[in-house]
Protein backbone atom coordinates (compact mmCIF):
# COMPACT_ATOMS: atom_id res chain seq x y z
CA UNK A 1 0.00 0.00 0.00
CA UNK A 2 1.28 3.49 -1.04
CA UNK A 3 1.70 6.08 2.05
CA UNK A 4 -1.11 8.52 2.98
CA UNK A 5 1.08 10.91 3.35
CA UNK A 6 4.37 12.97 2.69
CA UNK A 7 4.64 14.95 6.17
CA UNK A 8 4.57 13.89 9.85
CA UNK A 9 3.87 16.40 12.07
CA UNK A 10 3.90 15.57 16.29
CA UNK A 11 3.30 18.22 18.47
CA UNK A 12 3.71 18.31 22.42
CA UNK A 13 1.21 20.70 23.56
CA UNK A 14 0.88 22.89 26.37
CA UNK A 15 -1.94 24.74 27.94
CA UNK A 16 0.74 26.98 30.52
CA UNK A 17 0.69 30.74 30.77
CA UNK A 18 -1.08 33.10 27.93
CA UNK A 19 -1.73 32.56 24.05
CA UNK A 20 1.40 34.84 23.06
CA UNK A 21 3.72 33.42 25.97
CA UNK A 22 6.78 31.09 24.90
CA UNK A 23 6.56 27.89 26.28
CA UNK A 24 9.17 25.60 26.62
CA UNK A 25 6.68 22.54 26.84
CA UNK A 26 5.13 23.71 23.48
CA UNK A 27 7.68 21.17 20.84
CA UNK A 28 7.16 19.98 17.54
CA UNK A 29 9.06 17.59 14.86
CA UNK A 30 8.41 16.91 11.45
CA UNK A 31 9.60 13.89 9.35
CA UNK A 32 9.25 13.28 5.98
CA UNK A 33 9.00 9.42 4.45
CA UNK A 34 12.97 9.57 3.56
CA UNK A 35 13.93 11.60 6.47
CA UNK A 36 13.59 11.41 10.01
CA UNK A 37 11.58 13.39 12.79
CA UNK A 38 13.80 16.92 13.44
CA UNK A 39 12.98 19.32 15.43
CA UNK A 40 10.42 22.86 14.09
CA UNK A 41 11.68 26.17 16.13
CA UNK A 42 9.93 29.09 15.77
CA UNK A 43 10.21 31.55 13.37
CA UNK A 44 13.14 33.90 14.57
CA UNK A 45 12.01 36.67 17.01
CA UNK A 46 12.14 37.21 20.81
CA UNK A 47 10.82 34.40 21.71
CA UNK A 48 12.58 31.54 22.22
CA UNK A 49 9.88 28.49 21.97
CA UNK A 50 6.54 28.29 20.40
CA UNK A 51 3.28 30.23 21.96
CA UNK A 52 0.16 28.91 20.96
CA UNK A 53 -0.87 31.35 18.74
CA UNK A 54 2.29 31.22 16.66
CA UNK A 55 1.69 27.50 16.32
CA UNK A 56 -1.59 27.71 15.12
CA UNK A 57 -0.45 30.38 12.52
CA UNK A 58 1.91 28.45 11.35
CA UNK A 59 -0.09 25.56 11.06
CA UNK A 60 -2.69 27.04 9.14
CA UNK A 61 0.08 28.21 6.66
CA UNK A 62 2.49 25.06 6.49
CA UNK A 63 -1.44 22.88 5.73
CA UNK A 64 -2.52 24.79 3.70
CA UNK A 65 0.86 25.23 1.14
CA UNK A 66 1.13 21.37 1.59
CA UNK A 67 2.09 18.63 1.13
CA UNK A 68 -0.35 16.23 2.49
CA UNK A 69 0.49 15.64 6.13
CA UNK A 70 -0.94 14.24 9.35
CA UNK A 71 -0.59 16.46 12.74
CA UNK A 72 -0.69 14.59 15.73
CA UNK A 73 -1.08 16.94 18.84
CA UNK A 74 -1.24 15.08 22.30
CA UNK A 75 -4.77 16.83 24.01
CA UNK A 76 -8.18 15.95 23.42
CA UNK A 77 -10.16 17.37 20.94
CA UNK A 78 -13.66 16.88 22.65
CA UNK A 79 -15.86 16.30 26.31
CA UNK A 80 -17.50 13.13 26.80
CA UNK A 81 -20.85 11.99 26.28
CA UNK A 82 -21.37 13.17 29.79
CA UNK A 83 -20.65 16.81 29.36
CA UNK A 84 -22.72 17.01 26.32
CA UNK A 85 -26.03 15.63 27.98
CA UNK A 86 -25.31 18.04 31.41
CA UNK A 87 -25.25 21.05 29.61
CA UNK A 88 -28.29 19.72 27.02
CA UNK A 89 -26.00 20.38 23.92
CA UNK A 90 -26.60 18.66 20.50
CA UNK A 91 -23.82 16.11 19.83
CA UNK A 92 -22.29 17.84 17.12
CA UNK A 93 -18.76 18.72 17.24
CA UNK A 94 -18.36 21.61 15.35
CA UNK A 95 -21.20 23.33 17.65
CA UNK A 96 -19.36 22.18 21.02
CA UNK A 97 -16.00 23.71 19.54
CA UNK A 98 -18.79 27.08 19.19
CA UNK A 99 -19.90 26.89 22.08
CA UNK A 100 -16.68 25.93 24.63
CA UNK A 101 -15.35 28.38 22.75
CA UNK A 102 -18.27 30.89 23.94
CA UNK A 103 -17.17 30.01 27.79
CA UNK A 104 -14.01 29.15 26.94
CA UNK A 105 -12.06 31.99 25.43
CA UNK A 106 -8.84 30.43 25.72
CA UNK A 107 -7.02 32.15 22.97
CA UNK A 108 -7.64 35.69 23.84
CA UNK A 109 -4.64 37.70 24.39
CA UNK A 110 -3.45 37.78 27.93
CA UNK A 111 -5.68 35.46 28.74
CA UNK A 112 -4.44 31.80 30.95
CA UNK A 113 -6.79 28.68 31.51
CA UNK A 114 -7.12 29.60 35.56
CA UNK A 115 -8.70 32.45 34.88
CA UNK A 116 -11.68 31.63 33.27
CA UNK A 117 -11.67 28.31 36.32
CA UNK A 118 -11.26 31.28 38.91
CA UNK A 119 -14.60 32.99 37.71
CA UNK A 120 -12.19 36.02 36.74
CA UNK A 121 -13.57 35.90 32.88
CA UNK A 122 -15.70 33.74 30.67
CA UNK A 123 -17.89 31.59 32.23
CA UNK A 124 -16.25 28.20 32.82
CA UNK A 125 -18.73 27.64 35.31
CA UNK A 126 -21.61 27.34 32.83
CA UNK A 127 -19.46 24.51 30.99
CA UNK A 128 -17.42 22.86 33.69
CA UNK A 129 -17.13 18.65 34.45
CA UNK A 130 -15.84 16.16 36.93
CA UNK A 131 -12.79 14.74 36.82
CA UNK A 132 -14.54 11.79 36.90
CA UNK A 133 -15.99 11.85 33.55
CA UNK A 134 -13.78 9.83 31.06
CA UNK A 135 -14.39 9.59 27.02
CA UNK A 136 -14.59 5.59 26.19
CA UNK A 137 -11.48 6.04 24.22
CA UNK A 138 -9.46 7.36 27.77
CA UNK A 139 -11.27 4.52 29.43
CA UNK A 140 -9.47 1.85 26.62
CA UNK A 141 -6.30 3.73 26.66
CA UNK A 142 -5.82 4.88 30.40
CA UNK A 143 -5.83 8.44 29.28
CA UNK A 144 -6.20 10.68 32.26
CA UNK A 145 -9.52 12.62 32.27
CA UNK A 146 -10.06 16.16 30.37
CA UNK A 147 -11.00 17.50 33.26
CA UNK A 148 -8.67 16.31 36.07
CA UNK A 149 -6.70 19.65 36.65
CA UNK A 150 -3.58 19.84 38.67
CA UNK A 151 -2.17 16.41 38.73
CA UNK A 152 1.13 15.01 36.53
CA UNK A 153 -0.29 13.27 33.12
CA UNK A 154 -2.86 15.70 32.65
CA UNK A 155 -4.17 17.14 29.46
CA UNK A 156 -7.04 18.80 31.33
CA UNK A 157 -5.25 22.48 30.71
CA UNK A 158 -3.69 21.98 27.19
CA UNK A 159 -7.12 20.42 26.13
CA UNK A 160 -8.63 23.70 27.54
CA UNK A 161 -6.50 25.70 25.87
CA UNK A 162 -6.11 24.17 22.35
CA UNK A 163 -9.49 23.55 21.64
CA UNK A 164 -10.20 27.13 20.94
CA UNK A 165 -7.13 26.52 18.09
CA UNK A 166 -8.71 23.87 16.24
CA UNK A 167 -11.82 26.06 16.06
CA UNK A 168 -9.49 28.40 14.32
CA UNK A 169 -8.07 26.32 12.24
CA UNK A 170 -11.21 24.58 11.22
CA UNK A 171 -12.09 28.44 9.89
CA UNK A 172 -8.98 29.33 8.38
CA UNK A 173 -8.87 26.07 6.43
CA UNK A 174 -12.46 24.32 6.33
CA UNK A 175 -12.59 21.11 3.89
CA UNK A 176 -8.83 21.58 2.94
CA UNK A 177 -8.08 19.96 6.84
CA UNK A 178 -10.17 16.82 8.22
CA UNK A 179 -9.85 16.79 11.73
CA UNK A 180 -10.59 12.59 12.29
CA UNK A 181 -12.55 11.02 13.04
CA UNK A 182 -15.05 13.80 13.38
CA UNK A 183 -14.94 14.51 9.57
CA UNK A 184 -14.63 11.01 8.84
CA UNK A 185 -12.81 7.71 9.93
CA UNK A 186 -10.82 7.16 6.60
CA UNK A 187 -9.85 10.64 5.44
CA UNK A 188 -10.09 11.00 1.33
CA UNK A 189 -7.01 10.78 -0.55
CA UNK A 190 -4.17 14.04 -0.47
CA UNK A 191 -6.58 15.55 2.49
CA UNK A 192 -4.08 16.85 5.13
CA UNK A 193 -5.41 15.00 8.41
CA UNK A 194 -4.99 16.55 12.21
CA UNK A 195 -5.64 14.07 14.90
CA UNK A 196 -5.48 13.60 18.80
CA UNK A 197 -2.80 11.20 19.90
CA UNK A 198 -1.37 10.07 22.95
CA UNK A 199 2.55 9.77 23.23
CA UNK A 200 2.33 7.60 26.25
CA UNK A 201 1.41 4.89 23.53
CA UNK A 202 4.47 5.34 21.35
CA UNK A 203 7.54 7.24 23.37
CA UNK A 204 8.50 4.41 25.22
CA UNK A 205 9.31 2.15 21.48
CA UNK A 206 11.89 5.33 21.13
CA UNK A 207 15.48 5.85 22.54
CA UNK A 208 15.26 8.93 23.70
CA UNK A 209 18.94 10.20 23.21
CA UNK A 210 19.27 13.98 24.65
CA UNK A 211 15.58 15.27 24.26
CA UNK A 212 13.97 16.41 26.67
CA UNK A 213 10.39 15.05 27.83
CA UNK A 214 8.40 17.52 25.88
CA UNK A 215 11.03 16.32 22.90
CA UNK A 216 10.53 13.44 23.07
CA UNK A 217 7.27 12.73 23.02
CA UNK A 218 6.71 14.82 19.83
CA UNK A 219 9.69 13.01 18.17
CA UNK A 220 7.76 9.95 18.99
CA UNK A 221 4.89 10.93 17.40
CA UNK A 222 6.18 12.10 13.96
CA UNK A 223 8.43 8.92 13.82
CA UNK A 224 5.31 6.58 14.98
CA UNK A 225 3.24 8.40 12.47
CA UNK A 226 5.81 7.88 9.75
CA UNK A 227 7.04 4.48 10.33
CA UNK A 228 2.87 3.11 10.19
CA UNK A 229 2.61 4.88 7.51
CA UNK A 230 6.08 3.55 5.92
CA UNK A 231 4.29 0.37 6.60
CA UNK A 232 0.92 0.98 4.96
CA UNK A 233 -0.26 0.18 8.51
CA UNK A 234 -1.47 3.44 8.66
CA UNK A 235 -4.99 3.35 7.63
CA UNK A 236 -5.85 0.34 10.34
CA UNK A 237 -5.36 3.58 12.93
CA UNK A 238 -7.85 5.23 11.09
CA UNK A 239 -9.94 1.88 11.11
CA UNK A 240 -9.81 0.57 14.45
CA UNK A 241 -11.76 -2.45 15.47
CA UNK A 242 -14.89 -0.95 17.19
CA UNK A 243 -18.56 -1.87 17.46
CA UNK A 244 -20.87 0.56 16.01
CA UNK A 245 -21.86 2.09 19.50
CA UNK A 246 -18.11 2.58 20.51
CA UNK A 247 -18.07 4.19 16.50
CA UNK A 248 -21.20 6.59 17.25
CA UNK A 249 -19.44 7.77 21.01
CA UNK A 250 -16.25 8.36 19.22
CA UNK A 251 -17.91 10.81 16.28
CA UNK A 252 -18.98 12.82 19.51
CA UNK A 253 -16.00 12.23 21.68
CA UNK A 254 -13.68 11.75 19.47
CA UNK A 255 -10.78 9.12 19.74
CA UNK A 256 -7.14 8.85 20.02
CA UNK A 257 -5.69 7.42 16.55
CA UNK A 258 -3.86 4.03 17.57
CA UNK A 259 -6.25 3.00 20.84
CA UNK A 260 -7.33 -0.21 19.93
CA UNK A 261 -5.20 -0.72 16.69
CA UNK A 262 -2.99 -3.53 16.07
CA UNK A 263 0.74 -2.37 16.85
Not at 37 to 63: F, Q
Not at 213 to 219: L, V
Request: with cysteine; net charge neutral.
Amino acid sequence: MSPLFERYLGIDYSGAKTPSSSLSGLRVYSATLSESPTEIHPPPSARKYWTRRGLGEWLAVALQEGPPTIVGIDHAFSFPLRYFETHHLPLDWRAFLDDFHVHWPTDEGGMYVDFIREGLYGNGSARSGNSRWRRLTEERCRAKSVFHFDVQGSVAKSTHAGLPWLRFLRQKLGADLHFWPFDGWMPPPGRSVIAEVYPALWSRGFPVERRDSHQHDAYSVARCLQQKDSEGLLVHYFEPPQSAFDRAVANVEGWILGCSAPH
